[in-house]
């Protein structure tokens, strides 16, 4: 696509569910990356995917959080049990080879409540 | 570990003055620097880019100016608009993968 298209864009969950959060990145953009921007903070890197290598998962916070990218395309963040503190802007990136051209959809605000 | 820094929290500014916007790395290895406008409820935007072979790269109204001596990167916007109000992040790529990203700085414009 045009850009990096993210949704929902808005989620209101209860506390101890699970929700997922979805990115679709920019056609023929090989790395994708996910940051959560907490009020007023600045970008917490999560997970990276860059093609079909492993992905950099030194980001995630605990083991409730876990992401996928299926056919080097779509990826999915999902959090497990979710909690209050999980509250926050979760914004995907996705850009060509060696982190050219990084661009970030609109974010997903979740709210725990 | 690893950060970009930013020396000025908020910057305030009168409509049609030049702001100048800092920003502090740590990562040598770093070769390239992205500046990023977020305005309220969206997501960050790509203003401008520069590789660690140049030292300074313009655009429309915007001039990325990079000191690699004392690692230090700087955003100059030429005759601040109010619609350039907004917080502004520096990120430095080391590796050619994720980048990171600086605490930001809001600009807020006079009129």
């Known amino acids: 696509g045009a850009g990096v298209s993210q949704s929902p864009s808005n989620k209101v969950t209860e506390k101890g569910k699970d929700v997922e959060l979805r990115c679709d990145p920019i056609s023929g953009h090989t790395a994708l990356y996910w940051y959560r921007q907490s009020l007023g903070q600045g970008l917490e890197f999560l997970i990276y995917f860059q093609g079909n290598s492993a992905p950099d998962k030194s980001g995630l916070p605990s083991d409730r959080f876990s992401a996928e990218r299926t056919g080097g395309s779509v990826s999915t963040l999902t959090i497990q049990r979710t909690q209050q503190e999980d509250s926050a802007v979760y914004l995907c990136?996705?850009?060509?080879?060696?982190?050219?051209?990084?661009?970030f959809g609109s974010g997903t605000r979740l709210t725990v409540v | 570990g690893e950060s970009v820094g930013l020396h000025l929290p908020t910057l305030s500014v009168q409509e049609g003055d030049n702001s100048i916007i800092n920003c502090a790395y740590s990562n040598s290895a770093s070769d390239y620097f992205i500046w990023y406008k977020q305005e309220s409820g969206k997501g960050p935007q790509f203003i401008i880019d520069?590789?660690?072979?140049?030292d300074k790269r313009q655009g429309q109204r915007v001039t990325v100016l990079l000191n690699k001596t004392v690692k230090h990167l700087s955003l100059q916007i030429a005759a601040t608009q109010p619609g350039d109000s907004a917080v502004y992040f520096c990120a430095e790529n080391p590796s050619g993968g994720k980048l990171i990203f600086g605490q930001g700085t809001e600009l807020s414009v006079k009129p």
């Open positions: 520069i590789r660690s072979n140049m």
């Open positions: 990136a996705s850009s060509s080879l060696g982190g050219y051209g990084y661009t």
